[in-house]
């Protein structure tokens, strides 16, 4: 008789990619405020196009940012082949108090009551996540499957392209709007890297279509984040993106590609889950950048952040 998968505090595997989730929390956390700090003072941006990427470019917060974004997908990649999308999604979330424990850290911000409330919520959810999880393989999907991903990515990425155009006052609904389709091009992104096959040879990689849903919807995602944080408040966006990029993947994880907690752990990882997101949620204020504390930030050197 077979015996059933262990948790993941006892797997190896499972372990090792608990931490590199772990640690591409670290490196989203702090990524997060510097991206923020750099697209806002790259001036706002009326359309989704080559104008905003070389503002951005030129941005070295901006860039510092996204280099410690590539840090920590390449972590998250790396446990979405071990760890169920529902697991590795909600630790991303879990970025967000990386972020605060850093502004109150560097920055002089102290949490409230309901925020320290957040903290200690975020850290039980991960705990239960932790001990819910399980080695897992995402069902192998046909290429059909794999291209239906593409054309799904390309259509937000137009529906992106269309509430970008849009001309009129800045609003809270801007942050709402492009922080939701952000947070799904970030959730497609790590579908994408889900369902991406191990190839028989490394050239086989670029004809799995995975790839370019993998990478279209993170570039996209980055874009349309930093229009987010320039037409809107940082929290409504970043609450949003939370929002999206969890539940969203979340749903497709269990629904199509098979993801499970252990055996018997079904109502533990429920309860994991939303405690992180719930919390994350709570603190997504930490994202905002007010004038006072940009400056603050600009001269922090770059070796006093933590490290992936």
């Known amino acids: 008789m077979m015996n059933p998968p262990r948790p993941a505090v ?3 595997r499972v372990t090792w990619g608990l931490l590199g989730a772990f640690a591409a929390a670290i490196a989203y956390g702090v990524g997060t405020i510097l991206q923020a700090v750099g697209a806002r003072t790259t001036g706002n941006a009326d359309d989704l196009d080559a104008n905003l990427v070389r503002r951005l470019l030129h941005s070295s917060p901006y860039i510092t940012g996204l280099v410690l974004d590539a840090v920590g997908f390449g972590m998250s990649f790396a446990a979405l082949h071990t760890l169920p999308l ?28 309901v925020e320290w409330l957040a903290l200690l919520g975020v850290t039980a959810g991960l705990t239960l996540l932790a001990l819910s999880a399980t080695d897992e393989s995402a069902t192998r999907l046909d290429e059909m499957d794999r291209w239906l991903l593409v054309i799904s990515v390309a259509v937000v990425g137009v529906f992106a392209y269309a509430a970008a155009r849009r001309r009129h ?6 942050g709402w709007a492009l922080g939701g389709l952000a947070g799904l091009m970030f959730g497609g992104a790590g579908i994408g890297a889900r369902m991406l096959q ?29 229009m987010a944080v320039q037409r809107g ?3 409504v966006a970043t609450a949003a993106v939370v929002v999206a990029e969890t539940l969203v993947p979340a749903a497709v994880g269990i629904t199509l590609l098979g993801d499970r907690p252990a055996p018997g752990h079904t109502t533990l990882a429920a309860f994991g889950f939303g405690l992180t997101v719930a919390g994350a949620l709570a603190l997504a204020r930490y994202g905002e950048p007010t004038p006072g ?16």
Do not use: E
């Not at 006052?169 to 801007?174: E, G, I, K, L, Q």
């Not at 191990?198 to 930093?226: C, E, N, V």
């Open 198 to 226: 191990t190839p028989s040879t490394p050239w086989r990689l670029f004809l799995d279509p995975a790839l370019y849903a993998m990478a279209l919807a993170g570039i996209l995602g980055l874009l349309i984040y930093a």
């Open 293 to 308: 504390r940009m400056g603050r930030l600009h001269d922090l050197p770059v070796g006093t952040l933590p490290a992936p």
């Open 10 to 12: 006892y797997g190896g």
């Open 86 to 113: 529902f697991t590795v999604q909600a630790i991303i979330a879990s970025s967000l108090a990386v972020t605060a424990i850093l502004a109150a850290l560097t920055m002089g911000m102290r949490p409230a009551i």
């Open 169 to 174: 006052t800045p609003s809270r609904h801007d």
């Open 233 to 235: 408040s940082v929290t």
